[in-house]
């Protein structure tokens, strides 16, 4: 077996059929099966995984974070290489293709690139939440090294995977915290263009909203607590200032990468952009100011 696509899924039942469908038609010569990790609160995602033979369902009781059900889906993969996807993410046909070649080139860790779907037309929190967490992820930008990779989309050798512990157990930014981890073991961490998905988008703009800060939250426990603390001083004082970076940069990424429709509904919507910004600065004030630990909502 080369490869085995690992979906975690809570009450994914809304997408997870147009996931399957686009999985069916890939053009991969070689074996793959896909691993469906479930802890709904009803049967319908079961009953849809049942229509596909290529698919093994694995059910949990109880709700995990996505991260446990990728691990989970790892111990019972076969395949050479584990794709780990999101069960909003829709393969382009040639993508396990693509992803096995670029593996067999010697890259053991590497993300793909993260396209907004765009059947459904997108709404203004549909952009806001692809541009502030895919923004390194454009199919349009070249092969590269990276420091962390989105767990959306990549792929990692199995049994680099299983001798690295896994995921944490923690509800968001589990991929962002595993890859760092990875990265700072001595792993390499690669980007290409070739292996594209694109993600339906459909969350309501106080969620996003939500995710952003807590990314924020979560991002200064798994990065930056342990800093000395003068260096979390100058850290606290320019944060405005990395805020405003970092949305100017996402702006800059997206212009650049992006097709002559994309750029101009980025710039139509850029003040969005810099809203998120304030968030995610918001959330990260919030955890220097209080403490705590890593958040465990979800969204």
Request: some cysteine.
């Amino acid at each position: 077996m080369q490869i085995s696509v690992v979906l975690p899924s809570y009450n994914s039942e809304g997408s997870l059929r147009l996931v399957l469908e686009q999985l069916q038609r890939q053009d991969f010569a070689g074996e793959f099966e896909v691993i469906v990790c479930d802890c709904s609160n009803h049967d319908l995602v079961e009953q849809i995984c049942h229509e596909f033979a290529m698919v093994k369902y694995v059910r949990e009781a109880e709700r995990f974070n996505p991260g446990i059900g990728r691990n989970l889906g790892a111990k019972h993969a076969s395949g050479q290489l584990l794709l780990f996807l999101d069960t909003d993410v829709l393969l382009q046909e040639n993508a396990l293709t693509n992803a096995w070649d670029y593996y067999l080139h010697g890259n053991r860790v590497f993300g793909g690139a993260l396209e907004l779907d765009r059947h459904k037309k997108p709404t203004a929190a549909s952009y806001l939440e692809h541009w502030f967490f895919n923004h390194e992820s454009q199919k349009g930008r070249p092969c590269c090294a990276r420091n962390n990779l989105s767990s959306a989309l990549m792929a990692i050798d199995r049994l680099l995977f299983l001798n690295s512990c896994g995921f944490r157990d923690i509800p968001r930014m589990q991929d962002t915290e595993f890859t760092e981890r990875l990265k700072a073991s001595g792993q390499r961490l690669t980007y290409t263009p070739r292996v594209v998905g694109y993600q339906i988008q459909d969350s309501p703009l106080s969620k996003v909203l939500t995710k952003i800060y807590i990314n924020g939250v979560n991002l200064f426990f798994i990065r930056y607590n342990k800093m000395a603390t003068v260096k979390k001083a100058l850290f606290f004082l320019s944060l405005p200032l990395l805020s405003l970076f970092k949305t100017v940069r996402i702006i800059i990424r997206h212009l650049k990468y992006q097709d002559e429709r994309g750029r101009i509904i980025t710039i139509i919507w850029m003040p969005l952009l810099f809203l998120g910004g304030l968030y995610w600065m918001l959330g990260l004030y919030r955890s220097m100011i209080f403490g705590g630990e890593i958040s465990a909502r979800r969204d």
